[in-house]
């Protein structure tokens, strides 16, 4: 089968050789011991690589999109929140009052939101676009989430997203996610994708108590005992157990990646998303930013198997790409060193005796 | 005795109760799950309690005051730069061809050069504030840095630096530091105030190998040995083993209290100040925002003793105020959030299930 997924993934190739390189040589010149900018200088070299130019881009301008969706599951009571806190908090986004539009205007990124899935008729806005591919998901503990032909019409929703962003000239794309009770599928999938028990990988999401938490773990257990996912088979996996977010974070991942742009993760939702793309497109980890770590214990699961270090630990848990943008600055820092600095040359500073 | 330095500590009182009151209150109505954004709550309430008001000002304009000084210390062979690379670099930083120029331009804050204490005549400059106390310290392994008096109006020298910053109408000040073999005067400090050993507090610097840094470590051992500092006594140890960017800028830190304005601390020699500024004042760490934490290994000791976390862990350790000033976008998103979110009432967004 060919189409636009496949296309995508056949489309990601290796970092750029030459610019890695480069750019390496040059944290070697600028003013400042060798080293001394710690992951600084390691994501400046990433971002040449990926750019395939050195010094790369600055990730300016840089995007949030917030793909929204629901979810079946909710039914079994994994969260104390209702499902429709999913269509408000849409409307909070559009009218700048969530915590990522906050710390987007302060990092100078702007925020997009996406309707993937959301269980509700959503008025339109300014700002959101309309790409229900159903409205929620099933429940995973009594059948597939979603059909296979929904699972690859939202990943490919995610790189049609991905594209026309990079078409509309951002550089850096960040992942953004709302959906009441998705911490619930993302435990599923992060089990499935790092071969990893539901207790290790369920977390409390907006703050569970005790005796919801046990009640997680085991949904997720049923979950995955009635579908027994393959981890090589992505798109069956995101069917069965995936939300409409993940799914469309998954193909919005694979089309920066394939676009040679910089997708800078958020948390646990994201992360989720992630081990679904490298499912797909084992390369896709190279054009990946851990923006932060998320408190959800499945989060570090999965950046573990990425090979990925967060740029931020600060014990954020909230999600909608808020950890992310509050890096984007990190990372628009560490382009902006390589570019602007001195060089010892340059600058006539003395180099230190051998 | 009685001056500007006794005055500037008695002018520093505690954080306003009502205002952090207000600020922790003011988290638990935005439209997220209570706690989940994690250390951007914690931050913003301190902000609250410094300036006295929920919400807090945005931490901006921002300015970093690089205080550059020369060591007589350099003379024991404890780093491998030469001397003269402490105003060449204030020559790069006035061409804004540092680290610290890049990071500031990305973070959106100003540098301000101030010399308290290069070794070499330097030409007048913008950006270069000409405060010379001596031209550099003497060598500590062979009696005082400096002398008490010197050491006062070094101190007073950070003092009336920041008092002039936040009149310009600054509302944040970061710390910055330039001084070749200034790790050693550092160690020394935070030997003394945090009561460790000197192999404990003595880092790599710029980065140097086994032999050197064992006979740093001997040299800030005949150092303590042959002043036997009393950590109750600040002046007096600043002048035995300190430099007079330390003195400088533990002014710095005690003037940002006093006029109630968050100080955000860069590294090493950052940490060393703030031990030195809290054995004036104990106070004064409720004002400090430690940016980052530095891998010289006093950084921790001394932020430890100060009670503070670092925001950032990048295994930096460059100094200039890279570090702090990479932090300033997430203090100021701490800021947004509080004052910019929406409430659950103002967006008319569900609360959870009791």
Redesign the interface.
Known sequence: MTGLLEDTIAAIGPLDAAAVAAARERQGL???????????EDVSVQLAGIAGQCPPPLPEPAVVAVFAADHGVHAQGV????Q??TA??V??FV?????V???A???GASVCVVDVGVAADLPTAQGLLSRKVRPGTADMTEGPAMTLEEARLAVETGIKVAADLVEEGNRCLITGDMGIANTTASAALIAVFTGSTPALVTGRG??IDDPTWARKVEVVRRALELHRCDPAAPLGTLSAVGGLEHAALAGFILGGAARRVPVLLDGVIACAAAVAARAFAPQVADYLIAGHLS?EPGALRALDALGLQP????????GEG?GAV?AL??V??AA??L????TFD?????S??A
């Not at 600028?30 to 600084?40: A, F, M, N, Q």
């Not at 969260?79 to 209702?82: A, E, I, L, M």
């Not at 009218?95 to 915590?99: K, L, T």
């Not at 570019?339 to 001195?342: P, Y």
């Open positions: 600028l003013t400042k011991p060798s080293g001394s900018l710690g992951r600084l969260s104390p929140w209702p429709e806190v408000q908090m409307a909070n009218a700048s009052g969530a915590a539009n906050a710390i205007t302060q990092a907006t703050g408190t740029l931020l630990d600060l014990g954020m848990r909230l808020s509050l600055p990190v628009a820092a902006r060193v570019r602007d600095m001195a340059s600058a006539g500073v003395s230190e005796k």
